[in-house]
């Protein structure tokens, strides 16, 4: 959410209700080889990221979620839901995609 | 255009060469491609934690300094378990015994020391060892396995660390010291005194003034004997006399010898494209055998290797410490009866401390602390600076709590100190790196000025110091000493915590957030799940359990696998299983196409690598047969393991299979702090390990024993007898009212060992075994919590319950597609 791209660049696909995802929790979307994690958090602001943490791939969208982070399920490493990249002394980044909430309905950009 | 990088070559992979990369790549990163030749078949890793390891306080995965990741993102090419066996500097190559050669353009040499085996009769026997590396520790602890009296030989710094590591491990021990007082290297004598008698009173046999003289045994140690005679048992010798720098190799390539491989100031021996660091380096005609010096050797020959540098290796005094928990002792400079020194002493033989200062002119050189160490890095700075204490020498020996303007209180010794003032040690980081990292970086956990700075990250005696810092920057923010809070969140401890729920009625998270005064607005993966367990053991039938507080495994009821696949156990109670059963098993891995079916060390069968989305289907099917859920990955009952019994072995005394399927009805489904685990065997040999387990129960012809805090995991220990009962009815009472008073007093993943030691034994005892209302008051509000526990957590889910966490949100492969 709150990305800025260029209009008439981004193709926006629904791919469910905000209501769909628990608060504090994530659901997937599949894209051929590739997982996406919708992330929604107690403020209902939604999230996406690759379902691919930085450190050794583990499944983010199997993680807690926290003061928009997720700790990944494998080894805990902490991972900021808006830009992907891991907190505190971890280094990496996990790919993020453009999100968009209109009437309750999540669209994604990937 | 990218520059052709340059080759350079480490022989040895110690805490050296690995400081000297770290600094390297922080300078430069892209100019070299580094091979590295390690003879240990490892990783980098610290070395002088390697006591905790022995003592059981920590694992190696825990003292690893770099990881695979490490070398893989750096593009660095390890070699493990190749020992060079050549270095040839016309041709710049090197080879190893293995036949793997590598060219350089620059050679760092890093082969450390070896450790000195005194040539006694009988020391190539197996079960003699030297203390050095992660072998080393496996191969004492092999012989601890065993158990028998560990005999070491050397009372130095190894040498007591070792023995205070095997003698945790239950071994019997004595050390045997040539000299007449402990660590004459670095104590004086009154100081390894006061040491000896320590060591003694934790049952550590310490023999001073005591030669070896031969080993005894057939096959492997059986006995030591001393030049006096004396014959002592030892099922192990550890050898711990003295280290000698590895300089072979050096010497066989022609390079400049002395006790150590020659360098310069600047760490480059005789041949300039060739450098040494570490142990085995011998600069400015000294050795060293601490990590101290060896770090600063790896930041000059960093500078070097990187470029034009006026940097140049000054030699300065390391103070020493023993890293023995419970021992405080601290050591700097000389202390010999030199001419012309004078010496202070403060002795308080009540609380066993011991202190002296060694003056030369009007200057500090030395310093000896027992006991009360606190003052030790004042007198180093006093060292290192050169100042003259002329003035206040009358009070110099009471500390700088006693000098003018410093008060009594220890966080104002931390407040006067300079900025350029040293608090580790190891690492050579002062008071001001460590102010600066805490307000630029904004750190406000130890674990993060750690991960930063490097302080208190290698044998950790300087933490209190730098917690002391913590509190003088942080204020309030920051409550050292205070018993640690249960995450960053809070700084309330899990006592209090438990505590204020009961007290204020909390019943949610959110609740216990807000009341208690969390810093962070909903909590952390760390505490949430310790929250959420709370109050499913205080408010049972109250609370509503919070899935998105639980770790994924209990919120699939299956356990997560590396590749994101699932494993599921479903639960053969007491081991016990049909042919029905083991048939709809197998028709599951068929129908799912299950990639491995185990059979795990507790007692029934695991299916491994099932897909998220067929673990609704796969449970479905198990479901039908009759089976449930096997709380493999519950921090609640795991497996009641059993052995065959009376039914059946010529030994049994009663049904230990029965009652193994009788307490594991009743107390599956139980949440409980950790997981737990229990076992009943039929008679004292005990074929189910009931006395390791966390609640073992061992048959006798009278009844039943109930044993419990048992430990086989990270830590090993047997169990401790609670008391005996009569019938199989007590048995259950008595082991649902232990379970329930460790639910409702235990800290989130305390396993019942860790709960018993804090809890007291004796003390549990009285409460569950002897006072019979309270027994039945535990066992009925036990019975209670189960009434809501104990529903199959697969059958609930195969109706319908959480169902968005097992079908994805969207698939988009096919639009994607068209
Ligand atoms: C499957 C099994 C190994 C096997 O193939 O036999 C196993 C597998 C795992 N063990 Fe274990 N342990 C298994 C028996 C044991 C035993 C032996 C026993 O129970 O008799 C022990 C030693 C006894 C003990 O518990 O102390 C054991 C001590 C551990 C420990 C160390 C616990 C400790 O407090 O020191 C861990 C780590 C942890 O829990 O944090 C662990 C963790 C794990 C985890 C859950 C690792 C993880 O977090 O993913 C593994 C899950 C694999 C999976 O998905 O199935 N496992 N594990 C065994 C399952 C038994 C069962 O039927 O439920
Ligand atoms: C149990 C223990 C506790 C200690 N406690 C402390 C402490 O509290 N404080 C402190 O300051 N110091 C302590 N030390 C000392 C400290 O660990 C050493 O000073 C330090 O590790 C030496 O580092 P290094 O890189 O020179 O050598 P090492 O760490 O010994 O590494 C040398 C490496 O080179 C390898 N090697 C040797 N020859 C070859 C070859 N030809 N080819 C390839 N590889 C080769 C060896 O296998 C070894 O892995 C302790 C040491 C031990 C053993
Ligand atoms: S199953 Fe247990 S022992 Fe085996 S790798 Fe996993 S945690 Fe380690
Ligand atoms: S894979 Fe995420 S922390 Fe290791």
């Known amino acids: 959410m709150n990305i800025q791209v260029s209009a008439d ?19 997937c979307v599949k894209r051929g080889d590739m997982t996406v994690a919708v992330f929604r958090t107690s403020d209902d602001r939604v999230f996406a990221l690759e379902d691919k943490c930085p450190h050794k791939n583990g499944p983010l969208s199997q993680g ?47 | 255009m990218t520059q052709e990088k340059q080759r350079l070559v480490i022989v040895g992979n110690g805490m050296a060469p690995g400081r000297m990369l770290e600094e390297l790549f922080d300078r430069a990163p892209d100019v070299y491609d580094v091979t590295i030749f390690n003879a240990e078949p490892r990783v980098n890793y610290d070395r002088i934690m390697l006591s905790p390891v022995l003592s059981g306080e920590k694992t190696f995965e825990d003292i690893v300094i770099h990881d695979d990741a490490w070398y893989a993102e750096r593009g660095v090419t390890l070699h493990r378990g190749e020992k060079v066996a050549k270095i040839d500097r016309a041709a710049k190559m090197v080879t190893s015994e293995g036949g793997l050669a590598a060219s350089y353009d620059k050679l760092v040499i890093a082969t450390g020391s070896s450790p000195f085996i005194i040539p006694v009769p009988g020391h190539q026997l197996p079960g003699v060892l030297a203390y050095r590396d992660l072998d080393d520790v496996d191969g004492m602890l092999g012989a601890c396995a065993k158990g028998g009296r560990a005999v070491v030989i050397g009372g130095g710094l190894l040498g007591l660390e070792a023995a205070a590591g095997l003698k945790a491990q239950g071994m019997d021990v004595t050390v045997l010291h040539l000299m007449p007082t402990l660590m004459e290297r670095q104590l004086d004598a009154a100081a390894g005194y006061l040491l000896q008698r320590e060591l003694e009173s934790r049952g550590i046999d310490v023999r001073c003034g005591a030669n070896t003289k031969a080993i005894h045994g057939e096959t492997c140690v059986e006995a030591v004997e001393l030049e006096d005679g004396t014959m002592i048992d030892a099922s192990l010798v550890v050898m711990a006399v003295g280290i000698r720098p590895s300089a072979d190799l050096a010497k066989e390539a022609g390079l400049e010898i002395g006790r150590g491989i020659v360098t310069d100031a600047t760490l480059r021996t005789s041949d300039p494209d060739v450098f040494s660091v570490g142990e085995c380096t011998e600069v400015d005609g000294r050795v060293y055998g601490l990590v101290a010096p060896l770090y600063t050797m790896a930041k000059v020959a960093a500078e070097h290797l990187t470029g034009p540098s006026e940097a140049a290796f000054k030699h300065a005094e390391t103070p020493t410490k023993l890293k023995v928990t419970g021992i405080n002792l601290y050591s700097v400079g000389e202390f010999g009866d030199a001419e012309g020194t ?49 003035e206040f020498r ?28 040293e608090i580790c040690g190891c690492n050579g980081i002062c008071k001001g790196d460590i102010v600066n990292a805490i307000t630029e970086k904004g750190l406000a956990s130890l ?62 998270i959110p609740e216990v957030i807000q009341e208690l005064e969390w810093t962070t607005p909903e909590g952390c993966a760390k505490c949430r799940p310790a929250l959420n367990y709370y109050l499913v053991s205080d408010w049972p039938g109250e609370y509503v359990d919070d899935m998105q507080s639980r770790f994924i495994n209990e919120r699939v009821h299956a356990n997560i696998q590396k590749d994101g696949t699932y494993s599921v156990v479903p639960r053969m109670f007491g081991g016990i299983t049909t042919p029905d059963e083991l048939r709809a098993i197998a028709d599951v891995a068929d129908k799912f196409e299950i990639p491995t079916v185990k059979v795990t060390g507790g007692q029934r069968i695991d299916l491994l690598g099932v897909k998220k989305e067929d673990l609704i289907p796969v449970w479905d099917d198990l479901n039908k047969a009759g089976m449930i859920s096997g709380a493999a990955y519950a921090k609640g009952l795991r497996t009641v393991k059993t052995c065959v019994g009376s039914d059946w072995c010529r030994f049994g005394t009663q049904d230990s299979t029965g009652l193994g399927i009788k307490l594991e009805q009743l107390l599956w489904g139980a949440w409980s702090p950790a997981k737990l685990k229990l076992a009943v065997s039929g008679c004292p040999r005990n074929c189910s390990e009931s006395t390791c387990k966390d609640i073992g129960i061992i048959c006798v012809d009278s009844g039943y024993e109930i044993l419990y805090g048992g430990a086989a995991g990270l830590h090993i220990q047997g169990t401790t007898m609670l008391g005996k009962v009569p019938t199989e009815q007590d048995v259950l009472e008595t082991v649902g009212a232990l379970t329930q008073y460790y639910r409702e007093t235990g800290y989130y993943l305390e396993r019942i060992y860790k709960w018993a030691d804090r809890i007291g034994y004796d003390h549990i005892k009285s ?52």
């Open chain 1, 9 to 27: 660049a981004v193709q926006w696909t629904l791919v469910g209700a905000v209501t769909d995802i628990p608060r504090q929790g994530a659901r």
């Open chain 1, 64 to 110: 807690i979620v926290h003061d928009g982070c997720v700790t990944c399920p494998l080894h805990n490493w902490v991972i900021s839901l808006e830009t992907g990249s891991a907190q505190g002394a971890d280094e990496g980044q996990t790919a993020s995609f453009p999100v968009k909430v209109e009437d309750g309905r999540i669209y994604l950009s990937l």
């Open chain 2, 342 to 390: 004078e010496d202070v002493v403060l002795r308080d033989a009540m609380r066993g401390t011991y202190k002296r200062v060694i003056l030369k002119d009007n200057k500090v050189i030395g310093a000896v602390l027992y006991g009360d160490v606190a003052d030790g890095m004042w007198y180093n700075e006093m060292l290192k600076s050169g100042e003259d204490v002329s």
């Open chain 2, 394 to 421: 009358d009070t110099l020996i009471f500390g700088q709590a006693y000098q003018g303007g410093g008060g009594a209180d220890p966080l104002a010794i931390v407040a006067n100190l300079a900025d350029d003032a």
């Open chain 2, 447 to 508: 674990d993060g000025v750690r991960a930063h700075t490097k302080a208190s990250a290698s044998c950790g005696t300087c933490t209190g110091l730098v917690e002391d810092l913590m509190t003088l920057t942080l204020g309030d923010d920051f409550a050292a000493g205070a018993p640690a809070g249960m995450c960053g969140c809070t700084t309330h401890s899990h006592g209090d915590v438990r505590r204020l729920i009961k007290a204020k009625e909390l019943k949610s």
């Open chain 2, 767 to 818: 409460v569950i075994y002897d006072d019979l209302e309270q027994r039945a008051a535990y066992f009925d509000r036990f019975i209670f919590s189960q009434k809501f526990a104990q529903i199959d957590p697969w059958a609930e889910r195969v109706a319908g319950a959480e169902a968005h966490e097992f079908a994805p949100l969207a698939d988009l492969t096919l639009e994607a597609a068209e």
